[in-house]
DNA sequence: GTTGTTTTCGCGCTAGCA
DNA sequence: TGCTAGCGCGAAAACAAC
């Protein structure tokens, strides 16, 4: 389907025009068309909008013509979009002083005859209604449309809360394999005053490597002043600075001296709970050991 | 517009069923009218649907007839939909063996030669769309729907962002409250060891209500062991606990200490710089002294 | 190209109705 | 006698065959 260029009149009609100076109408009409289609200057016949699968050994398909169904149906649903409620007259009104304007051949009798076929169809596809003289626009029938919307809307709700959900179990596991590693270090350099936490590490001649979690970094600026207390039964730990400090996790120093890393996927999930493995997807899994990822 | 009961053919076509056996017709045909038209039994004429307005003295709008561009367009939408593509011939087929079948007098010329009408208009108002002999159907002509669904998830998009601006503004402002306060409150008690920060604040005797910030809070469980270290030049502090503990930042102690509201608007807008002014809105605003709030 | 078919559809006559 | 629209002729595209 989709029309052909327009058809030379049968009767002698009044069609002169046409032939003489094509190309004035050429160039005026094409501001007519809608702009997808205003790639090439009309001829007689372009090719036509090719939504998919355009190899076909067909020639082309020729664009709407300024006559005929498409073209006055188009123009109809302009006007009833444009104006959200008219009469049949003033459609027809309308479009036959515009086509008239560009293209005197045409005759109104005709024009009108085809809007009241235009019309018909539109109302029976419902995305115009028609009330006693009334014409309105109704626009998408919307069987889908409108839900899509709302389950669209739900979707990105979930997914939003899915993301949320990923982020804490990466975070968990990251936790993990920290405090793993620090365990598994500490194994290996057994303590040298075990049962006590506070072993010489103040002493700088000290070797153990032993780190005792959980812990805390608070980083400041040289000379600044720090006042401590504490609760009796040690349950409340007061400090104050006189200039701004920064806490540091033990998670992010753990990390930062390479503890956050694992040897492979088989450690990672040895360490993590084996009813949680099905959570532990691809983006969640922390940094391998001596793999340089790079973008 | 809307049709009218169907036409006496002009030439000696084939009549004779109609006149016969009217009532027959009627109640066959019945069935073969949208939902919203399925009120009462078809005579001759019949109320339309009503969209508003529904009054009016005029007569009535009689009822699509079983022929025309209403009726077979409506049908054709619906072939169209079920097949999700389908084809000019398939469309002509379906319909000419559905209405022959109950009404025979029908031509099938006729229908093919109205498909082309109804198919065309489809085609313009972009419900349909018809690629090289597929048509297919489309629905929504949304000039509007879709763009509108694009700028309101931008709009979505672009509010979290405020939202997320006002929390951290909220929260600023949370904290110069605090400790505009607190220095408040400072100079209203003189410091007794002006210069110094560690006056005597460990000793339960001192009357001191001076608090020197920032701080931190850091709670645990009774017994737990801690160790603590600091670099020479006094810019880290290392903190060991060998069980879980919390770390309580300063604002949110302050504010359980009463420290979080202020007097007044003017008060607060004393604090802001002027030219934040514009950006702290009453749900940014902290509680007022003294202001019972419940809902 | 040309010619023969088939597909599309421009166009308007004219029928019912108010 | 004007509004609405059923209906189909026959020509113009498109396609197929030569």
Known sequence: MGGRPARKKKKGDACQTENKTPNTHGSQLD????????????????????????????KKDPVDSLKGMRFFSSRICREIQSKEVTTYNEISDGITKEIQHIFPTVSEKNIRRR????????IAAKIISKTKKEIRWIGLPNYSTANEDIYEKERRTIENRIQEKKKQIKDLVRRLVCFHNLTKKNRAHPDTTPGTLGHAVSDNTDTSQRITAPFVLIKTQKNTRIHCEMLENRTQYYFEFDRPFEIIEDVSVMEKIGHGTVDSSEELMEIIPKGAWKYITRDIKPKR???SQKG
Do not use: M, R, S
């Open 31 to 58: 501001e007519y068309f809608e702009p997808e289609h205003k790639t090439e200057p009309i001829k007689l016949a372009k090719i036509g909008q090719q939504t998919t699968d355009p190899v076909f050994t067909t």
């Open 115 to 122: 809007v009241y076929d235009a019309l018909n169809v539109l």
């Open 289 to 291: 050991k001596n793999t």
